[in-house]
């Protein structure tokens, strides 16, 4: 049995697809009660498997439960006085409110900060954006597709130059928008139990992109401009190279002035470093395509155990390109606890924990997302409904 760090903690969920989810799927990993609002008809990643080759089963819907362990469910017409007055009532016991529909929605609700804020001071408030809650954009749908990936200058700069942007893929910029969000509801939680005093949350995907490429995009005011040729790599030692067994592996010494010695000798070239074209970064920074071409043609040469075995045992970071497939049988992964298995309709399946690791509180347990309105009649008799109050409202379609 884990230590529930936030045991206590008590968090509603108004919010689809992934990165508000996420942020609330490691609260609820953490301890804390977290209680998801569907609309009626439900989260549309419930119905997403198709578009990645997973099954449309509601009891194999793997991208849903990823994003919703540990939470409880409830499925609620806020259009209705009715659903309404259940979510003011969740409201009024919770410490943190998560969403991520637009501001003009939640006005047109009626349940936007201001308004909240004014009824509750205490409240932390939590919402995801796709482009930030100023600008031009403040009002338009992002995805992580769209404003993560596309405005945020992955797509348009992270692949090889003469080829197409890459394929992006689903969650990849919504899971760290998650876990940014996260940090900050629970920097507001501490403040508001010292002072009584809420605060707004926002976090949006458009920054939180900008924000992973910081180091490119300071340096494209210098000039340093992608997409490049893998030949182009300034510091050819943090570039990817194939092996004699077509294995793709990533080498990675930033810091080029102390290794380059080491490197060339492991290659068998140890010239290489006495070479002025070569000897230091602001140099080999000049001409980097002709040391590119040279380790490229050194450890093609060699077989992914030849090249594993050579820099590990000279402690030089590298490390095979893995597949997905790879990934889900690696040892190390599984060793780490990165992985829980689940038992699925299909068989049993690997399962992704989030990624902070706590030594004394021990592993979350990993429980399913939700079924659709799975805990509708517990959350509403909780807060006062009774059986036949519950019946009416389901009959009426106020809630399923």
């Known amino acids: 049995m884990s230590l529930k760090l936030l045991e206590g903690v008590k968090v509603l969920e108004l919010a689809t697809f992934i990165a508000a989810p996420a942020a609330t799927r490691a609260m609820a990993d953490w301890g804390a009660q977290v209680i998801k609002i569907e609309s009626i008809g439900g989260d549309p990643i419930r119905y997403v498997g198709p578009g990645n080759k997973m099954p449309l089963d509601q009891d194999e819907s793997l991208a849903f439960d990823f994003e919703n362990a540990n939470k409880q469910g409830i499925a609620l017409n806020l259009k209705s006085a009715k659903g309404m007055e259940i979510f003011m009532k969740l409201l009024d016991e919770a410490d943190i409110f998560v969403t991520n529909l637009r501001t003009q929605a939640l006005v ?24 930030g809650a100023k600008g031009p954009l403040k009002d338009k749908p992002g995805f992580d597709f769209t404003a993560f990936a596309a405005r945020g200058g992955y797509s348009g700069t992270l692949y090889e130059k003469g080829t197409s942007p890459v394929n992006i893929v689903p969650g990849f910029g919504d899971h760290a928008c998650g876990m940014y969000l996260g940090n900050g509801l629970l920097a507001a939680y501490i403040h508001a139990l010292r002072t009584g005093k809420g605060e707004k949350v926002t976090v949006s995907l458009y920054h939180a992109a900008v924000y992973g490429l910081a180091i490119m995009i300071h340096s494209a005011q210098y000039g340093n401009k992608y997409p490049i040729s893998r030949e182009d790599m300034l510091n050819p030692l943090q570039s990817t190279f194939i092996t004699k067994d077509e294995v793709w592996v990533q080498l990675a010494l930033p810091d080029y002035n102390r290794t380059i010695g080491k490197f060339s000798e492991v290659i068998g070239q ?26 490229f043609a050194a450890i093609k040469e060699k077989t992914l155990a030849e090249c594993t075995k050579m820099f590990d045992e000279a402690d030089l970071c590298f490390e095979i390109c893995q597949t997905w497939e790879q990934v889900v049988e690696d040892p190390q ?15 049993p399946k690997a399962m992704t924990r989030t990624p902070v690791m706590f030594e004394n509180a021990g592993l979350p347990d990993y429980k399913k997302g939700p079924t659709y309105g799975g ?21 009426k379609g106020e809630i399923q």
């Not at 140890?270 to 380790?295: C, G, M, W, Y």
């Not at 006062?384 to 109050?389: H, I, S, V």
């Open 270 to 295: 140890p010239e290489l470093a006495k070479d002025e074209r070569f000897d230091t970064l602001a140099h080999v920074s000049q001409n980097p395509q002709e040391l590119n071409r040279i380790i």
């Open 375 to 395: 805990n509708t009649d517990e959350i509403l008799s909780s807060i006062g409904f009774t059986a036949e109050d519950i019946e009416a409202m389901k009959g």
């Open 108 to 131: 047109k609700l009626g349940i936007d900060y201001e308004t909240l804020s004014n009824k509750k001071p205490e409240l932390v408030f939590g919402q995801v954006l796709g482009y």
């Open 333 to 347: 992964a599984w060793e780490s606890d990165i992985f829980a298995k689940l038992d699925y309709p299909s068989g």
